[in-house]
């Protein structure tokens, strides 16, 4: 019988938007039967220290990684950075700075909000977040709490997304630079969740080419809950571009539409990032 390694390169916890603590993330991982996990908090690795703690006296190895956001050809899109070195000083400036947009990023949307006739959002939000960071999906459990959406995903629809009265624009780190942090912090640099960018095939090639120029190696092929023949395509794509193949839940909650180490395989066409770590 071959027992395959199960790799869950992709998810998140208080330390950002996910619900878990780092510890508890741990626990659900190892329940799921996950053998390396990466904990890729949004511009952020204040959960790693806890989560490798949590990970030290088990079978499950924890992977340092990152998840920046990146502010490209007018959109954002998400930036992996896998078996980083979290104690890097170039790496930790660059995501301080994210940080602080947040904080106002974070004024601005509730301020934005009490015009569109929804008071408290700020208060709100912050009681579904830790100190660490503030974050879209916050304001939406908040929004959600009191009813002016049925559920997130509809929040975001209404409230949070481009043109919408809650959107606040990302001015977020450039391709380059979240490249070169995730470089210089000794780590591998992905393109997260490829398929989610409502982008055409054709930006999205240029996209790779942009990642690769500024020193990228890999892809997420796999990501939670994907349709199968995506997954050939993101492969395919992968291939043709000579990048690393990753694979990751995005999980950010229990009972939602990923779960940890729920993951189809990479196909045998592809070379997997964790060859490189
Ligand atoms: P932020 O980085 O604060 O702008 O928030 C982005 C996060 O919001 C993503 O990482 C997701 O966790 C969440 N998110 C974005 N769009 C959606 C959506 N349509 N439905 C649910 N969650 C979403
Ligand atoms: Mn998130
Ligand atoms: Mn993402
Ligand atoms: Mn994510």
């Known amino acids: ?55 030290q006296s088990t079978d499950l190895t924890l992977i340092a990684g990152v998840e920046i956001s990146v502010t490209w050809g007018n959109g954002t899109v998400h930036i992996l950075g896998l078996n980083i070195d979290p104690e890097d000083t170039e790496l930790q400036q660059g995501l301080a700075e994210m940080r602080d947009f947040r904080v106002g990023r974070a004024q601005e949307i509730a301020k ?63 391709l380059a630079d979240a490249v070169a942090w995730i470089n210089v912090a000794g780590g591998q640099a992905a393109i997260a969740h490829p398929a989610r960018y409502k982008i055409t095939a054709t930006k999205l090639r240029r996209l790779i080419t942009d990642f690769k120029e500024a020193g990228g190696v890999g892809f997420e092929v796999v ?12 492969a395919r794509l992968a291939d043709k571009f000579e990048l690393f193949a990753s694979c990751g839940s995005d999980f950010h909650t229990p009972d939602s539409w990923a779960e940890l180490g729920k993951l189809s395989p990479l ?11």
């Open 1 to 55: 019988m071959i027992i395959m390694t199960c790799y869950d390169l992709h998810s998140h916890s208080t330390a950002s938007d996910g619900s878990l603590s780092p510890e508890a993330l741990i626990a659900r991982a190892i329940e799921h039967d996950v053998d390396v996990l990466a904990l890729t908090d949004h511009d952020g690795t204040e959960g790693i220290a806890a989560a490798q703690q949590a990970a």
């Open 223 to 234: 990501s939670g809950r994907q349709h199968v023949e995506e997954v050939k395509h993101l």
């Open 267 to 277: 196909p045998e066409s592809c070379t997997p990032i964790w060859t490189q770590f």
């Open 112 to 174: 934005r909000l009490d015009k569109a006739g929804i008071p408290g959002a700020l208060e709100g939000a912050k009681k579904y977040a830790s100190e660490i960071m503030l974050g879209r999906l916050h304001f939406a459990k908040f929004l959600v709490e009191h009813n002016y959406a049925k559920n997130v995903q509809d929040v975001f629809k209404r409230y949070l997304v481009r043109g919408k009265p809650g959107y606040v624009p990302g001015q977020w780190s450039t």
